[in-house]
Antibody
Framework: QVQLQESGPGLLKPSETLSLTCAVSGGSVSSGSHYWSWIRQPPGKGLEWIGYIHYSGTTNYNPSLKSRVTISIDTSKNQFSLKLRSVTATDTAVYYC???????????WGQGTLVTVSS | EIVLTQSPGTLSLSPGERATLSCRASQSVTSSCLAWYQQKPGQAPRLVIYSASSRATGIPDRFSGSGSGTDFTLTISRLEPEDFAVYYCQQYGSSSVTFGQGTRLEIK
């Protein structure tokens, strides 16, 4: 059973960089058929895809966030990470990591971690 | 970017009734690239249907998906108490992923 667990700071100030890590167990981030993704959900709102990465290094980002986002992968630690620069209050959300077979749909999700941006 | 519009916004039904949720796309979506998720309060979304009509692992057969092109439907044949939740559709196309805004299925 694949499990994903997000970790990182829960409180940031405006203009700082959000950094989260997703640790994967029960499966390998080096699987050729799977991509690894970040999705976020502002409080009381819907889901927004942030981007995904393949172990080969291929990445794909939401055009609305592309200028501020970097997703990286560490196969030796079986984990992947998210960096979102220059955060504002509108980046306050629960951030989820997920596995993405063939880059199409999200079959395993982490429990999510709330990140709040406030001065 | 493909925009997904879900209807209705809220659906009020009783246990045992049939639920029909709609997802309409602004452009044609490849059927293999359309999925549905269930989300309960305080929980991560759970994959229910992928490739428009395939049930995910562990999903009861009262859940079914159908549709093609720009119109897709999630049907729950007989609602159980645990089915009341928010449902999202999601598509992958042109190297981008989008979600619908969600349908809240509530107990009448």
């Amino acid at each position: 059973q694949v499990q994903l667990q997000e970790s990182g700071p829960g409180l940031l100030k405006p203009s700082e960089t959000l950094s989260l890590t997703c640790a994967v167990s029960g499966g390998s981030v080096s699987s050729g058929s799977h991509y690894w993704s970040w999705i976020r959900q502002p409080p009381g709102k819907g889901l927004e895809w942030i981007g995904y990465i393949h172990y080969s290094g291929t990445t794909n980002y939401n055009p609305s966030l592309k200028s501020r986002v970097t997703i990286s992968i560490d196969t030796s630690k079986n984990q992947f990470s998210l960096k979102l620069r220059s955060v504002t209050a509108t980046d306050t959300a629960v951030y989820y990591c997920a596995r993405v077979p063939y880059a199409i749909y999200f079959d395993y999700w982490g429990q999510g971690t709330l990140v709040t941006v406030s001065s | 970017e493909i925009v997904l519009t879900q209807s209705p916004g809220t659906l009020s039904l009783s246990p045992g009734e049939r639920a029909t949720l709609s997802c309409r796309a602004s452009q044609s979506v490849t059927s293999s690239c359309l999925a549905w998720y269930q989300q309960k309060p305080g929980q991560a979304p759970r994959l229910v249907i992928y490739s428009a009509s395939s049930r995910a692992t562990g999903i009861p057969d009262r859940f079914s998906g159908s549709g093609s092109g720009t119109d897709f439907t999630l049907t729950i044949s007989r609602l159980e108490p645990e089915d009341f939740a928010v449902y999202y559709c999601q598509q992958y196309g042109s190297s981008s992923v989008t979600f619908g805004q969600g349908t809240r299925l509530e107990i009448k």
